[in-house]
């Protein structure tokens, strides 16, 4: 099975700062980069994607870079906020008629006021 | 309100015994999914239905079964061959050859 692999497992920043989590691919045959939010208890609820057609998307404070030619995607959350505090998996999926997602083992994140 | 419904929230279930995980979606979607969440291994796809009647194993599949008799209904029975049943159990879906999935709040599942 193709993986994705996610690190750090898991990251501190302080308020205000930059969190950033990577991701690595195997195959570029993949044509959908998910990132997923979840806080405990919850499921996961999509934050921000991207298709390999563009390096860079940018949803407000959430920015998704992606290099093809590295197989790596990582998501970038700036100013980051106490809100923010949750678990990241990225994702991907290879589209058509299967829409089944490959997921990270995904990142703990947490912002220190 | 559109979305997807799990029921019940927390589930014990005595060793031996089968249990039955409810998944309800009215967004009209085609495709299901069955995911298994445990600490630090991400979500691991279990069973995926795309029609009606109709679904496909996953990567855990052992000791689990579904049905599909209902578009908005995607039921998942853990039995009793499962050797660790204990985890969150969360049920997504979305249009077929559309990439998005929708989760739903998940169902925590604890044998004692």
Same mark, same amino acid.
């Given at each position: ?8 497992? +898991? ?7 930059? +969190? ?27 934050? /921000?994607?991207? @298709? ?7 949803? !407000? @404070? ?7 030619? %590295? ?5 970038? /959350?700036?100013? +980051?906020?106490? !809100?923010?505090? %949750?678990?990241?998996?990225?994702? @991907? !999926?290879?589209? !058509? ?17 | 309100?559109?979305?997807? =419904? ?8 005595? #060793? ?6 409810? *998944? #309800? ?12 969440? $445990? ?14 009647? $109709? ?6 599949? #052992? ?5 599909? #008799? ?6 998942? =029975? ?7 049943? =204990?985890?969150?159990?969360? *049920? ?21």
């Amino acid at each position: 099975q193709q993986q994705v692999k996610q690190s750090p497992q +898991s990251l501190i920043v302080q308020k205000g700062g930059i +969190s950033i989590i990577n991701c690595a691919y195997e195959n570029t045959a993949f044509d959908y980069f998910p990132w997923y939010q979840q806080f405990p208890g919850k499921g996961p609820a999509l934050l /921000i994607a991207i @298709r390999p057609d563009v390096s860079e998307k940018k949803e !407000g @404070r959430f920015t998704i870079s992606f290099n093809k030619s %590295a197989k790596q995607f990582s998501l970038h /959350i700036m100013d +980051s906020q106490p !809100g923010d505090s %949750a678990t990241y998996f990225c994702a @991907r !999926g290879n589209g !058509g008629s299967q829409g089944n997602l490959i997921f990270g083992k995904g990142t703990k994140l947490s912002v220190k006021p | 309100d559109g979305g997807i =419904t799990q029921s019940p929230k927390y589930l014990f279930r005595k #060793e031996g015994q089968n249990v039955t995980l409810s *998944c #309800e979606q009215n967004l009209n979607h085609d495709a299901m999914y069955w995911y298994r969440q $445990d600490p630090g291994q991400g979500l691991r796809l279990i069973y995926y239905s795309q029609i009606v009647n $109709d679904f496909q194993k996953g990567d855990i599949a #052992e000791g689990y079964s579904v049905s599909r #008799e209902k578009k908005e209904s995607f039921p998942l =029975t853990v039995t009793s061959a499962q050797k660790n049943p =204990t985890a969150f159990y969360l *049920c997504a879906s979305n249009q077929v050859r559309t990439d998005t999935q929708y989760f739903g709040p998940g169902t925590r599942l604890t044998v004692l």
